[in-house]
């Protein structure tokens, strides 16, 4: 029997292991390739950098923590990105489940950059009504929030009065972190079409695919896809964390699935030769 004919009777449990390894050994072994990031990540950095300080941003979490590990990195960067900008984050949900991980990376990112709570940043929690809401925030957003997660009148806070924030015409620009409906495209119909804000957002893999058209209408500014989506974020806010210590291991997993499938297709091209000639 060739080396070929070995392969492709090859036991998976090989192929798992090598696998394995593959995902192992880089996350212990940082590789540190070279991150290149995509336009529609690069239309999001620009899309805040284009922002003058004191602008009020407007992020909502809509995921669940089914989707922590590849949208909790692209939230924690964005509001990174938005306090090292000075500008003053609103945080709220239409999912429920989202809103404490939510809360905890924005509370993480205003320390890091001595950011003040009710001044600087604000977080309103959970709102259910998903079109309802965004139609509400379009026409009185403190009314339609009301309180923050401490139990604060919206309207007494520093952030509001300063900045009299009305209603989402005031609100330059609305981030959606999306697992699903509602998501981007509920921000997309509902709001950003009737009130003129600007829109980017960030989604699972899975997800991304669907929002290209609103790219291509310019309805979606820019767009964060999966861990990669992150990753490519990170880099430009020149702030590595999780998402980029992901990249290794999935690279060189994605490496190693490829070789064993060209591996196993020359081997299957070989034997159909082999056995022609016989005949």
Same mark, same amino acid.
């Given at each position: 029997?060739?080396?070929?004919?070995?392969? #492709?009777?090859?036991?998976?449990?090989?192929?798992?292991?090598?696998?394995?390894?593959?995902?192992?050994?880089?996350?212990?072994?940082?590789?540190?390739?070279?991150?290149?990031?995509?336009? #529609?990540?690069?239309?999001?950095?620009? =899309?805040?950098?284009?922002?003058?300080?004191?602008?009020?941003?407007?992020?909502?979490?809509?995921?669940?923590?089914?989707?922590? @590990? &590849?949208?909790?990195?692209?939230? $924690?960067? /964005?509001?990174?990105?938005?306090?090292? +900008?000075?500008? *003053?984050?609103?945080?709220?949900?239409?999912?429920?489940?989202?809103?404490?991980?939510?809360?905890? =990376?924005?509370?993480?990112?205003?320390?890091?950059?001595?950011?003040?709570?009710? &001044? %600087?940043?604000?977080?309103?929690?959970?709102?259910?009504?998903?079109?309802?809401?965004?139609?509400?925030?379009? !026409?009185?957003?403190?009314?339609?929030?009301?309180?923050?997660? +401490?139990?604060?009148?919206?309207?007494?806070?520093?952030?509001?009065?300063?900045?009299?924030?009305?209603?989402?015409?005031?609100?330059?620009?609305?981030?959606?972190?999306?697992?699903?409906?509602?998501?981007?495209? /509920?921000?997309?119909?509902?709001?950003?079409? !009737?009130?003129?804000?600007? #829109?980017?957002?960030?989604?699972?893999?899975?997800?991304?695919?669907?929002?290209?058209?609103?790219?291509?209408?310019? !309805?979606?500014?820019?767009?964060?896809?999966?861990?990669?989506? @992150?990753? %490519?974020?990170?880099? $430009?806010? *020149?702030?590595?964390?999780? =998402?980029?210590?992901?990249?290794?291991? !999935?690279?060189?997993?994605?490496?190693?699935?490829?070789?064993?499938?060209?591996?196993?297709?020359?081997?299957?091209?070989?034997?159909?030769?082999?056995?022609?000639?016989?005949?």
């Amino acid at each position: 029997m060739s080396v070929l004919e070995k392969m #492709m009777n090859i036991d998976r449990r090989i192929i798992f292991i090598f696998v394995a390894a593959a995902i192992v050994i880089p996350s212990i072994v940082r590789l540190n390739l070279p991150i290149k990031p995509s336009p #529609m990540v690069v239309a999001y950095y620009n =899309a805040i950098e284009s922002l003058p300080p004191g602008s009020v941003v407007l992020v909502s979490s809509d995921y669940d923590p089914g989707s922590k @590990a &590849e949208l909790l990195p692209m939230t $924690l960067a /964005t509001f990174r990105h938005c306090f090292s +900008r000075d500008l *003053k984050v609103i945080g709220m949900g239409l999912w429920p489940q989202g809103i404490d991980l939510t809360y905890k =990376a924005l509370r993480q990112a205003a320390k890091e950059y001595g950011k003040k709570e009710g &001044e %600087d940043f604000v977080m309103c929690g959970y709102k259910a009504g998903a079109a309802f809401v965004i139609v509400g925030l379009g !026409q009185d957003l403190p009314g339609t929030l009301e309180k923050d997660v +401490r139990g604060r009148d919206l309207k007494s806070l520093p952030l509001f009065r300063k900045h009299n924030i009305r209603s989402l015409r005031d609100i330059p620009l609305v981030v959606s972190m999306s697992a699903g409906n509602p998501g981007i495209d /509920t921000w997309i119909v509902y709001g950003r079409d !009737q009130f003129g804000f600007r #829109m980017i957002g960030g989604c699972t893999g899975v997800m991304a695919p669907d929002f290209y058209p609103y790219l291509n209408t310019g !309805q979606l500014e820019g767009l964060l896809g999966a861990a990669k989506g @992150a990753a %490519d974020y990170e880099t $430009l806010i *020149k702030r590595p964390g999780l =998402a980029c210590r992901m990249m290794d291991p !999935q690279t060189v997993a994605h490496l190693v699935i490829i070789v064993f499938i060209i591996i196993g297709n020359i081997a299957l091209l070989s034997s159909a030769i082999r056995r022609r000639r016989k005949a």
